[in-house]
């Protein structure tokens, strides 16, 4: 059986917030999208003070469309590419009703549901930035943030970062050669086929927010070009009827192989490679890089409302011309090639991430830097919102002492075998530097969990 809680249809009875302890650790979690939520769910109920800072004036993060702190990547089709019970928090299923892959405007609301239904509304202090975080001499962690009443600054003991990873957008770098007489934009700038609407539209990139903009484009735009310089497999979402994402699902503890095995048999049933589409062929097999999902790339694509081509050579006025001689009119280029791993309040000499590559341990700690916590900077075969939920667990056990972590070196070690199992099983890429397996990582850190808690009665 796959490690993960079987979803029922009623959210359980909340349990009673333990007041809060001023002997325990105090805390400040920034951001309160579905990881900076989940966190303070867990530190509200193990009665942990703590501060959380949310920059707009809305709960969900990327999944609100227009969210009010100019972050969000939300579009108006955007739906989940995990089905609802494998992307619910363990304790509050999502609503019976919600079809299979629930749209952006379900999943906002069922954070905001899950906010309200644990009592921690309050505890979050919303049109609040977070300027800078530094390490005081003394261990703890200055806080200095921005809000509607001015600047402040406070001292805590442990800082939780939840900003996310999708908001900061990478472009190509460096820029491809030629001058570009249209517009260009970034995925994360797109909002709605109003955008595509009667042009000659060109996208870049292989990834899920790519395939659906080029599927939106070949609908509404006057022409649509597909431009991707490495092929990904691309799943289905549905598999004999139901979720791909269900059915006998391996149990955390089997070897990657049989998840790989899984992402293969999905592949080849959901059409096999996109080579026969005039893509280029795929480098590499299936499961050795993130799963993408589309339902309609490849019938758009048959019907030759995309027209595929490989990557870009030079931008040439109102054309793009691509590296197999071809070109294509283009007025608007979307460039959806991903995301970097930044942190605008933290120094990057004390935090230094090269190529979206930040080692941690289970991708939470910072062995070096006592204190600060990360939660959902991972890449999960999966969704981040139960792994993040993991994190949180783990960190209010921390910070109530409940959990004792192993000595320093094994700490190190695990993470130095933990990256280098990663770095193996995927193509280098900045996308993968954060790839984890959604059931063995829980699985391996609920494992990590009972051996603290027994470390901590010791």
Known sequence: ??????????????????????????????????????????????????????????IGGTWVLGNSNGQSACYDTLEINTSCPRMAYSDFPMPADYPPYARHDQVRDYFERYVDHFGFRHTITFDTR?????????????????????????????????????????????????????EQI????????????????????????????????????HTTTWSVRRTEWVLGKFFLGKPSDQGLLPPGWVPWWVTATRLRIGAMAAGGSMARYGLPAPQHKPGQSHPVQSERIRERLAAGAI??????????????????????????????????????????????????DLPLWKRTVHPDLPGLYFLGL??????????????????????????????????????ASEHARGTRRFYASPRHTMEVDFDHYLWDLARERRKGRARAAS
């Open 186 to 221: 970034h995925s994360h700038d797109y909002r709605s086929a109003e955008q595509l609407a009667g042009r000659h539209v060109v996208v870049v990139g292989a990834g899920n927010s790519a395939m659906d903009i080029a599927v939106e484009a070949s609908v509404h735009a």
């Open 1 to 58: 059986m796959a490690y993960h809680v079987k979803q029922s249809h009623r959210a359980p009875a909340v349990t009673e917030p333990v007041p809060v302890d001023p002997s325990l650790p105090r805390a400040c979690i920034i951001g309160a999208g579905s990881s900076g939520i989940a966190a303070a769910k867990h530190l509200h109920l193990a009665g942990i003070g703590f501060d959380c800072f949310e920059t707009g004036r809305d």
């Open 307 to 356: 027209t595929a081509r490989p990557g870009i050579e030079r931008l040439d006025g109102d054309r793009v011309v691509f590296v197999d001689g071809t070109s294509a009119p283009a007025d608007l280029v979307v460039w959806a090639t991903g995301y970097r791993v930044s942190f605008p309040f933290l120094d990057p000499a004390l935090v230094p991430v090269h190529g979206n």
């Open 130 to 182: 977070v300027d800078d975080v530094s390490r005081r001499p003394d261990g703890r962690w200055d806080v200095r943030f921005t809000g509607p009443d001015g600047s402040d600054t406070r001292t805590y003991d442990a800082v939780l970062v939840a900003n996310g990873h999708h908001w900061d957008a990478r472009w190509p770098d460096p820029a491809y050669p030629g001058d570009f007489d249209g």
């Open 378 to 415: 991972l890449q999960p075969i999966g969704a981040v919102m139960p792994l993040a939920e993991a994190q949180a667990a783990w960190i209010a056990e921390t910070l109530s002492g409940t959990y004792v972590p192993p000595p320093d070196p094994v700490v190190r070690r695990q993470m």
